[in-house]
């Protein structure tokens, strides 16, 4: 291992370095010990300079807070003084009162509002209470005026709306001709409820008041509501609007008829009324009520505890006119005539049922939707009870109308075009038939009803021919009658209901009375013309041998006085569908005549060598061909 010897030199000189750096070290003792030493007399002497200074830093703090507090006492009597002066000012624009400025009046009165807030608020004020009373004084006036004005700006705009103007706030197909509805009700097919007045018209409800005006209107019932006169605020605006909506009706020729009143009405006068009223119900939901509800709405926005109840009170007067003469028809005395106006009633009742229940939600006004679904039932019931009265009435009527010449009765073309008319409300039948039937199936509820009056008919019908003493006369008269139900049926949409089973079915029983009549009325005079008891035993039939000249005259003058007697009577007797009375008389010239020409042929030269022979052989075919066609004419 190897040994570093160093220099003596070396080691002096580090000797000499550390000796230098105790003397460094020494040096800096000392002078940090000086700087301890003044530090501490700099700190004595800030600390008696603070004690020095507290009492000005005092007083300055106290000026200091003092400044602060007058600040804040000046800037609160600013807002007084403010207060005041916009108390001031509102008071002069509302003893101006609302007149000139409408605006300025309602901008004065809520900062009237806003000074009666901000003193509550402040109560800490000596003035307070005094300035309280007087603005609620002022208040008080304020809205005693805005009232004033609330009510006499709405009645300068409320006035009742002419007829005329309704009429051209109508769809063309529904505006009167003439100018008043009378003219349309009197053609029951300008009063029907088709799918054009229904679904596709358009109405353009009148502006009531000026859209200018609502928006002051508004401000000042909102301004009502808020000093809490709400109930102010509905009053005015329903006694004057309701009185402008029933003078409207009243003009338009609405009338309040109790059943008392419509039972002494001629049924003709009450058609014409009945016509019309479905004419004022559609004006009075689609436009006048569609028209109030829109200014009720505009005029109580955001007010929702008006907006309903003044809609309801306004309209519940007009309503309750309109549906008056709808409830005194429905429970007046039923009669068949009546069952066509109770299903246009009941039309426009079910027509109008959406518009009613949307113009007339809310709670307010449920006992006004009762109403008019109360009145469609009661319609739909009484129409009901009338089609069943109708179905007896067919069966058990016993008038004896006299039809002398076997013709359509009366009572046939009565039902039959009562039944064809029917099917013109064949939709409204059948939603009248689902309201009380448990059987979706409309169509075959209708089917039965109509088959039943039919047959009802035809019951009727079979017990009046028993009045004729002829038989065949009454053939003639049933063949005619039932003819006419098929032919009507066949010529309607009846038959579609109907089927063609019953068609065919009917048209048999035409022809078992047409072969019934020919049977009855024609068998003794072909058994004149027959050649049974003519000829001896020994005769070849084929020629006149063995006839007797007598006998053969005898049989010439009972045919010729048997056919002389059905023509006078039967000329006179009617078959009024030329089709079938031509078919009738040929299907009896087609037995007659061959079996005459027959007779003659075979027996005629009898006669003609004899006298006389025009006194027995009086007619040849041609003039019986020709004398056939006068039967049935009703020539008297």
Avoid at 326 to 343: H, N, Q, T, Y
Avoid at 460 to 479: C, I, R, W
Wanted: charged share 25%; proline share 3%; aromatic share 8%.
């Amino acid at each position: 291992m190897g040994v570093s010897i160093q220099a003596p030199g070396v080691v002096d000189n580090a000797t000499d370095k550390a000796s230098m750096m105790r003397q460094s070290l020494c040096n800096s003792q000392l002078i940090s010990d000086n700087m301890v030493s003044v530090l501490g007399s700099f700190d004595h002497r800030l600390s008696a300079l603070e004690t020095a200074m507290r009492p000005t830093q005092i007083r300055t703090h106290s000026i200091r807070r003092a400044h602060e507090n007058i600040d804040k006492t000046l800037k609160a009597a600013n807002v007084i003084l403010d207060r005041f002066d916009l108390s001031r000012e509102a008071e002069t624009r509302i003893l101006k009162g609302p007149r000139e400025n409408l605006e300025g009046y309602l901008e004065a009165i809520e900062h009237l509002r806003s000074n009666i807030r901000f003193f509550t608020d402040n109560k800490s004020f000596k003035s307070s209470d005094g300035v309280l009373n007087h603005a609620n004084s002022l208040l008080s006036k304020a809205i005693s005026k805005l009232e004033n004005e609330f009510k006499q700006l709405l009645s300068s705009y409320s006035k009742p709306v002419e007829p005329d103007r309704l009429y051209e706030c109508l769809p063309n197909s529904l505006r009167p001709s003439s100018g008043s509805p009378e003219a349309s009700a009197k053609n029951p097919s300008s009063s029907r409820t088709g799918p054009i007045t229904a679904e596709n018209a358009v109405y353009n409800p009148p502006v009531l008041i000026p859209p200018r005006v609502l928006p002051l209107l508004h401000d000042l019932a909102q301004h009502m509501v808020h000093a809490g006169h709400t109930q102010q605020c509905l009053i005015i605006y329903r006694d004057t609007r309701s009185q402008v909506l029933q003078e409207s009706l009243h003009q338009l020729g609405v009338e309040k008829l109790s059943k008392d009143d419509v039972q002494k009405i001629q049924w003709e006068v009450l058609e014409l009324k009945i016509g019309t009223w479905i004419h004022f119900m559609r004006i009075a939901v689609k436009l006048l009520f569609a028209a109030e509800r829109k200014v009720c709405d505009q005029m109580f926005e955001g007010i929702d505890s008006l907006k309903d109840q003044c809609f309801a009170d306004v309209t519940k007067g007009s309503v309750a006119m309109l549906l008056s003469f709808g409830d005194a028809i429905a429970k007046s005395k039923r009669s068949p005539e009546k069952l066509f106006v109770l299903l246009d009633m009941y039309e426009i009742m079910r027509e109008l049922h959406s518009e009613i229940e949307t113009l007339f939600s809310g709670k307010a006004c449920k006992e006004i939707r009762e109403a008019a679904l109360g009145l469609t039932r009661r319609l739909a019931q009484t129409a009901k009870d009338t089609f069943v009265d109708f179905e007896e009435a067919v069966e058990k009527d016993a008038t004896r109308t006299a039809v002398a010449d076997g013709t359509v009765h009366p009572l046939t073309s009565y039902v039959v075009n009562y039944v064809k008319f029917l099917f013109d409300y064949q939709s409204t039948l059948k939603q009248l038939f689902h309201e009380f039937e448990a059987s979706n199936d409309s169509n075959t509820e209708l089917a039965s009803v109509t088959m039943r009056i039919m047959q009802a008919l035809q019951i009727n019908l079979e017990g009046k021919s028993k009045q004729y003493k002829d038989p065949a006369l009454t053939n003639l008269f049933l063949m005619n009658n039932i003819h006419y139900m098929v032919r009507s049926v066949r010529r309607s949409e009846a038959k579609d209901l109907l089927g063609d089973d019953w068609v065919q079915r009917h048209r048999r029983t035409v022809q078992q009375y047409a072969n019934q009549y020919k049977r009855i009325a024609w068998a003794k005079i072909l058994q004149s013309l027959s050649i049974q008891g003519l000829t001896s035993s020994g005769g070849d039939g084929g020629n006149s041998s063995g006839a007797s000249r007598a006998l053969i005259k005898d049989r010439l003058k009972i045919f010729n006085l048997q056919f002389e007697e059905l023509h006078q009577r039967q000329s006179q007797w009617t078959v009024p569908d030329s089709e079938l009375r031509e078919s009738l008389t040929l299907s009896v010239a087609e037995v007659l005549l061959p079996a005459y020409r027959s007779f003659i042929k075979r027996f005629g030269v009898l006669v003609e060598n004899g006298k006389n022979p025009h006194k027995y052989i009086r007619y040849t075919a041609e003039d019986l061909d020709r004398m056939l066609g006068e039967f049935f004419e009703g020539k008297t």
